[in-house]
């Protein structure tokens, strides 16, 4: 056989039958089939990796809002035990009070625990991103919008505000 006899723009029977890059028809549509599955696998993965996420994110979301919905009652107990400490006591309740700070130590506890503190509100100038003013009061003895007293305390869980402060605020 010489080269001279060979002619590449000819078919011989047996070669298949293929488009102008060269590849068989067959294996081309295989390839375009496979690519679309390749890519039909990779939207569905980042779909579920996404929604994955997102239940995620609720489930934590859902979980620190049952938190805060816990702390935000035993902060109504607290503010029981403050008022309840500031009562004067006659000699015969000293144990009973004793009992009473005992409680009230173990929550504030808790609370450290959580992250949460209380806001510092007297003196300070009102914020109503912090504080919730309730009364104005004209006071010569306070620059304009100080707060002169707080009637409930405020407090924070982490750089979060939990809970307003209400106080009074003083008017020039």
Excluded: C, W
């Excluded at 599955?37 to 569905?44: E, I, N, P, S, V």
């Excluded at 996420?53 to 503010?79: F, N, P, Q, Y």
């Excluded at 992250?115 to 003895?141: C, M, R, W, Y």
């Excluded at 304009?144 to 003083?170: C, D, H, N, S, W």
């Amino acid at each position: 056989m010489a080269n001279e006899d060979f002619d590449p723009t000819t078919e011989s029977p047996e070669t298949p039958d293929v488009n102008s890059d060269g590849a068989d028809p067959a294996v081309v549509a295989l390839r375009h089939e496979r690519d679309e599955l390749k890519d039909r696998l990779l939207r569905q993965a980042a779909e579920f990796d996404n929604y994955r996420k997102r239940v995620e994110r609720e489930r934590r979301a859902h979980g620190d809002e049952s938190v805060t919905r816990l702390l935000l009652e035993l902060l109504l107990v607290i503010d029981d035990f403050d008022r309840a400490l500031t009562v004067d006591t006659h000699e015969g309740s000293t144990s009973f009070r004793k009992g009473l700070e005992l409680i009230h130590g173990k929550l504030h506890e808790l609370l450290r625990k959580q992250n949460v503190k209380p806001l510092e509100t007297i003196g300070v100038q009102f914020d109503p991103n912090l504080h919730e003013a309730v009364i104005h009061e004209p006071s010569p003895n306070h620059r304009e919008g100080e707060v002169i007293a707080e009637l409930r305390k405020g407090y924070t869980q982490g750089e979060r505000l939990l809970r307003p402060a209400m106080v009074k605020v003083a008017q020039a």
